[in-house]
């Protein structure tokens, strides 16, 4: 078994003492019961990953030293997650598997039918760095305060596409739009943006964006609808799907990345 990861904040350097913040300490010293000698690896973005010593445990403290550096920092692909929460347990696994997923940035989004009206974004932190910890990235992924869906895409970097999950089409009879007018498949979408340096993904919520919403992105330059199959995923599916396809045919799965 690999020594247990610890995503700090402060400088790494050769010979560095570093006290533990009180989670930290009480997850080294009572739940994995680590004692003074023992080793583990501590890393964060600027710095690296690197092999500590726990150094001093006491009630109140508990101190590291750092030894030896293991793995110099890599970044992660510059790809946002944008979606529209939904229910707590989902909303939690939805920022789990995009941090194992490699997203650098996520942004909660309110769109007229998001049936989540609070987002703790203190929970969702944690969620994200006990991922980035077990995932073996050198960061945790920023996650910013939720805005309106408009608020959001107000003087959006052109240069980043949006890739838009629009799974219906335009016949208003139809059920989901029927067949007519839908989005391109992901893939073919992806095709078109090679040599793009940064991307974004927007999933909507439970029962899909309403017409005006959708007017109001198939409107804008940067954004690019995108179909993700032909069956009605839910939300926390399709953040998984959208993004799997992107590191595979854009991002750090594809070989030399």
């Avoid at 003074?36 to 445990?57: I, M, Q, S, T, Y």
């Avoid at 490699?102 to 969620?127: C, K, M, Y």
Wanted: hydrophobic share 45%; aromatic share 4%; net charge neutral.
């Amino acid at each position: 078994m690999s020594d247990p990861r610890l995503l700090i904040d402060q400088p790494l350097s050769v010979g560095a003492r570093i006290t533990l913040d009180e989670a930290q300490a009480r997850h080294v010293g009572t739940v994995l019961r680590l004692e003074p000698g023992e080793n583990l690896r501590v890393f964060n973005a600027r710095d690296g990953e690197w092999r500590v010593r726990l150094a001093d445990k006491s009630k109140r403290a508990l101190s590291v030293e750092v030894e030896t550096l293991l793995r110099p920092a890599r970044e992660t692909p510059d790809v946002d997650l944008l979606f529209a929460p939904v229910k707590r347990h989902a909303t939690d696994l939805i920022v789990e598997k995009a941090c194992e997923l490699g997203v650098r940035r996520l942004r909660p989004v309110l769109t007229q039918r998001t049936i989540a009206e609070t987002v703790r974004l203190d929970r969702l932190n944690a969620i994200a760095r006990e991922a980035a910890e077990q995932t073996e990235r050198f960061d945790a992924p920023e996650i910013l305060a939720p805005v309106l869906l408009a608020k959001a895409l107000d003087g959006w970097d052109p240069a980043r596409a949006l890739l838009y999950a629009d799974e219906r089409g335009s016949d208003a009879q139809a059920p989901w739009g029927g067949e007519s007018g839908r989005a391109p498949p992901i893939a073919e979408a992806l095709a078109a943006l090679r040599g793009r340096a940064a991307l974004a993904v927007l999933i909507g919520p439970e029962g899909g964006f309403t017409a005006e919403e959708r007017g109001m992105l198939r409107a804008l330059a940067f954004v690019v609808p995108i179909s993700l199959g032909p069956r009605i995923l839910r939300a926390e599916t399709a953040v998984i799907g959208a993004l799997s396809v992107v590191q595979a045919l854009w991002g750090d799965w594809r070989a030399g990345a």
